[in-house]
């Protein structure tokens, strides 16, 4: 098989024979010679990996806009750990030789730091936030500048979480981003639509727990024709920030695939659910402070309204059903993590408009969601978007018709229902 030109300092091989039972082909990475006379290479023991934390695709495509670092970067390659990048050989080639890496449809690798460079990695990412942020502001002054700051805030808590092991000290941080929500956002109409579009302007920016929490919390505090008091919605904030712990749990390979599932991967990629619920559970029988109806949250988010979702296949209301209903918060962030998957570009499917969103999760209404949480959020992210479209002179303000269609006004200055 030929080498990529782009990747001087790795090769892999394709076994022609179904490696696994199952059938599936496995591709391995094979260290080259050039990378193993450039870099420092040690076992990835259970020893070394106590010692390192995996960095997500999202904060490693951060690195593209710092100079420098203060730190290596590591590169694990199954049962090898691979000192790549070290300060004084920072540059952009040597990034892409990772981020190559992790496109491909490989299994057992990783990008990992020191725990002990956390605090330094940490640092970096809050400074280009900050400054990204301040470019986004500038170029599309619509936006609510809070909002984008309160969305910064939350997405330290949430990267926090994904990074693996929570401690008080995690726990603490998730509370204090999720007051810090609760209090800002709920005097906002401006939120909304302004994570919505940030979202779709700077897709780098984005952090899918931290949106699933602001959108379940405008909805909770909101939305709602009768909203939740702010204890509640607290409450549903954390549990948003929780909600995919159990992705810290699948494998690598599964979880960063590009492309579209295969029937058994599907399968481990739903254990997400199950796996979260346990591991907050074991925080919380620690003593952990965890907000109790996460644990719930964390199994049910992918359950649908009709019956079908997993993994239990519950259906309806737990108020009107106990055994087999589905909670209250579990339906509100059900709602906010589709809407947030949508606004985002992945891989295997395009970033969508908001209002594009909005139709795509229309038409996906009457099996998936509670009709009255769903027509709530509906009516509230229309209106944040509203505001934010009218307060740019190119703005497109919408409305539901008489058949409940989403449709634009003619007069821009019309009020959206
Ligand atoms: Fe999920
Ligand atoms: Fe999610």
Redesign the pocket.
């Known amino acids: 098989m030929p080498i990529p030109p782009s990747w001087p300092y790795y090769t892999y091989y394709k076994l022609t024979q179904p490696f696994e039972s199952d059938g599936m082909e496995k591709r391995k990475f094979i260290i080259k010679d050039e990378t193993k006379k450039r870099c420092r290479i040690f076992k990835n023991d259970p020893e070394t990996q106590r010692r390192f934390t995996v960095i997500s695709l999202e904060l490693f495509h951060f690195l593209y806009q710092v100079v420098k670092i203060d730190f290596s970067i590591y590169f694990a390659v199954e049962d090898q750990m691979i000192e790549f990048i070290r300060p004084h050989e920072f540059c952009s080639d040597l990034l892409d030789q990772i981020w190559l890496a992790l496109q491909k449809d490989f299994e057992g690798i990783e990008v990992k730091i020191r725990k002990s460079d956390l605090i330094k990695f940490n640092t970096l990412i809050d400074e280009i936030r900050t400054k990204k942020i301040g470019a986004l502001v500038a170029t599309a002054p619509e936006l609510d500048r809070k909002t984008v700051d309160i969305f910064a805030n939350l997405s330290i808590a949430s990267q926090m979480i994904v990074r693996g092991g929570i401690s008080q000290e995690v726990a603490d941080k998730v509370k204090a981003s999720a007051s810090y929500l609760v209090s800002n956002l709920l005097d906002s109409e401006l939120a909304i639509g302004t994570l919505s579009k940030m979202i779709v302007c700077d897709p780098t920016l984005y952090d899918?727990?931290a949106s699933?929490s602001m959108i379940a919390t405008a909805i909770a505090g909101r939305f709602l024709p009768i909203p939740f008091p702010p204890k509640e919605v607290l409450a549903v904030s954390q549990s948003a920030l929780y909600?995919?712990l159990g992705k810290t749990c699948v494998p690598p390979a599964v979880l960063n695939k590009p492309g579209k599932y295969t029937p058994a991967e599907f399968e481990v990629m739903k254990t997400h659910t199950t796996l979260g619920h346990q591991e907050l559970q074991s925080y919380i029988e620690k003593g952990l402070q965890i907000e109790p109806l996460a644990i719930r949250v964390a199994r049910e988010?992918h359950e649908k309204f009709g019956g079908s979702g997993y993994p239990d296949g519950k259906k309806g209301r737990f108020e009107e059903e106990e055994q087999r209903g589905i909670h209250i918060f579990s339906r509100i962030i059900c709602i906010a993590?589709v809407y947030?998957?949508l606004l985002m570009k992945r891989a295997y499917k395009p970033s969508y408009e908001p209002l594009e969103s909005l139709k795509i999760m229309m038409e996906m209404a009457e099996v998936h969601f509670d009709p009255v949480i769903f027509k709530a959020f509906l009516g509230g992210i229309v209106n944040s978007l509203n505001k934010i479209n009218s307060k740019s002179s190119a703005g497109r303000i919408f409305s539901f018709n008489t058949k409940g269609t989403l449709v634009e006004c003619k007069d821009a200055k019309s009020k959206a229902t």
Do not use: R
Request: aromatic share 0%; proline share 0%.
């Open positions: 899918h727990s699933v909600h995919d988010h993590d947030s998957a």
